[in-house]
């Protein structure tokens, strides 16, 4: 193998296509030719779920910057769960509409699909109803109080809603909210310290994660940048929809305070450091990903 800098002599052999160099695990790692930001994100996702306990990166420098700075997550905090490509909006609502459908435990939830014959859900245990509100709240719509949610309990990331005057920007942001799934979401806790003798609950906090390599952030329909569409995500499950179920807020590190807005924290791979507020190099997570299953 030749080295770096000879590279005008040899490049073909040393970088050339074959399935060594897709992914190289070596010192000139940077130079792999993997351009799918999914694959850096797996290796992300792995670092995350072996250093969970913030006494385990403590001793490892690169890895705690990696945790902490790069990805926001609070320095004493425990990681408690890590979901690749997580599809909350969806599975959430088919699990919801599941539970409230009429039919035995086993026929609901292990089946591929089920239908019943009475397909609506009274506004208070539908999903789409709690969502609808949420939106037109965001978007400043107000919905008149004759209004009562009675219609099939369909997945409005695919399918239109019957509701009432002009909403068509509602219905856009709703099919958003349903169709995004950030690359990683973090459940971390924070331990909370003995008051009057007695030990709280650890509160836990919801963190999305949205990974690009050689891209660029896109911007959905209705004007929302990615991140912004997965803010409102977390803000709808953790303020509203899962409000009374989990002890779970979402982290500060999505929230800006000056605009009152949540969005999720964009992690940046890269083959060299451009000083951007939050990158990785690809040469650690592949390094750091390997060290993991050696």
């Not at 836990?204 to 050689?214: A, D, I």
Request: with cysteine; aromatic share 12%; glycine share 4%.
């Amino acid at each position: 193998m030749g080295k770096l800098g000879n590279a005008d002599n040899c490049w073909k052999e040393v970088y050339g296509c074959s399935i060594e160099n897709y992914i190289r695990e070596d010192k000139v790692s940077n130079y792999s030719i993997c351009r799918e930001e999914r694959q850096y994100a797996v290796f992300l996702y792995n670092i995350l779920r072996k250093y969970h306990a913030h006494v385990s990166r403590s001793n490892h420098g690169r890895i705690h910057e990696i945790i902490t700075e790069t990805c926001g997550i609070p320095e004493k905090a425990d990681i408690k769960h890590v979901f690749y490509e997580v599809t909350f909006m969806r599975d959430f609502f088919e699990r919801n509409r599941r539970i409230y459908w009429k039919g035995s435990a086993e026929e609901k939830l292990l089946q591929k699909s089920f239908s019943p014959s009475e397909r609506e859900l009274d506004a208070e245990n539908s999903f789409n109803d709690k969502l609808f509100r949420y939106v037109c709240k965001g978007e400043d719509v107000k919905v008149s109080e004759s209004f009562r949610w009675k219609q099939p309990e369909d997945n409005m990331g695919q399918n239109k809603i019957k509701i009432p005057g002009d909403m068509e920007r509602i219905q856009t942001v709703i099919r958003e909210m349903m169709n995004a799934a950030p690359d990683i979401a973090v459940i971390y806790s924070i331990a909370e310290k003995y008051i009057d003798g007695q030990h709280k609950p650890d509160k836990n906090y919801l963190l999305f994660l949205e990974c690009k390599f050689e891209s660029n952030e896109s911007s959905y329909e209705s004007g929302y940048k990615q991140s912004e569409i997965q803010g409102k995500i977390a803000d709808f499950l953790c303020n509203h929809y899962l409000k009374e179920k989990d002890n779970i807020e979402v982290s500060s590190i999505m929230i800006d305070n000056s605009t009152n807005t949540c969005a999720s924290r964009i992690v940046y791979f890269t083959r060299k450091k451009k000083e951007k507020e939050a990158e990785i190099l690809i040469s650690d997570l592949i390094e750091f990903n390997n060290n993991i299953f050696e």
